[in-house]
T-cell receptor
């Protein structure tokens, strides 16, 4: 199916474990983004990417790692999960400058 | 830097009431302005947008007018439905080649039958 998909939809993990959230888009959009959504904070940008092999830090990158070896995939890894990383994570993509974002359905992550 | 300020929610209305959600922005130049909507359990999706001053974006009965003089992009709907219950985000994209939007914090709308 065309679009942007995230997996898993729900994830429960323990502190200290490594977790990878997947994001895949079928449009070949150049730009991709990872956000986290928390009550009282709205959306906060974690990392973004302008093209394959080009990534940059956003507002809250600490504790996260991204890669973009292929245009269509943009995985987000929590190297050693902490309780403060409990959140809903959204991946998004766009065609380019001044264009709207397309969002995935989100991954709800709980770190116990 | 760029910023977007939205009215705090939740906004609670009865069905068929008039809706206004205020949004003001700070940006240099001529940004593009957007309203996104997030239904429960889903990601954000574009509701409407405007790219230059005095443009009116509209979709699904919602409207917003790009007001350069007041740096505002207020969202309005004449008669809300229960199905409009969602979180609404105002956002901007700066001119000059930016592709990273600045989002407001979101306003929750609850519509009662």
């Amino acid at each position: 199916d065309a679009g942007i998909t995230q997996s898993p939809r729900y994830k429960i993990t323990e502190t200290g474990r490594q977790v990878t959230l997947m994001c895949h888009q079928t449009w070949s959009h150049s730009y991709m983004f990872w956000y986290r959504q928390d009550l009282g904070h709205g959306l906060r940008l974690i990392y973004y990417s302008a093209a394959a092999d080009i990534t940059d830090k956003g507002e809250v990158p600490d504790g996260y790692v991204v890669s973009r070896s292929k245009t269509e995939n943009f995985p987000l890894t929590l190297e050693s999960a902490t309780r403060s990383q409990t959140s809903v994570y959204f991946c998004a993509s766009s065609e380019g400058h001044r264009e709207k974002l397309f969002f995935g359905s989100g991954t709800q992550l709980s770190v116990l | 830097g760029d910023s977007v300020t939205q009215m705090e929610g939740p906004v609670t209305l009865s069905e068929e009431a008039f809706l206004t959600i205020n949004c003001t922005y700070t940006a240099t130049g001529y940004p593009s302005l957007f309203w996104y909507v997030q239904y429960p359990g889903e990601g954000l999706q574009l509701l409407l947008k405007a790219t230059k001053a005095d443009d009116k974006g509209s979709n699904k009965g919602f409207e917003a007018t790009y007001r350069k003089e007041t740096t505002s992009f207020h969202l309005e709907k004449g008669s809300v439905q229960v199905s409009d219950s969602a979180v609404y985000f105002c956002a901007l994209l700066s001119s000059g080649g930016s592709y990273i939007p600045t989002f407001g914090r979101g306003t929750s709308l609850i519509v009662h039958p």
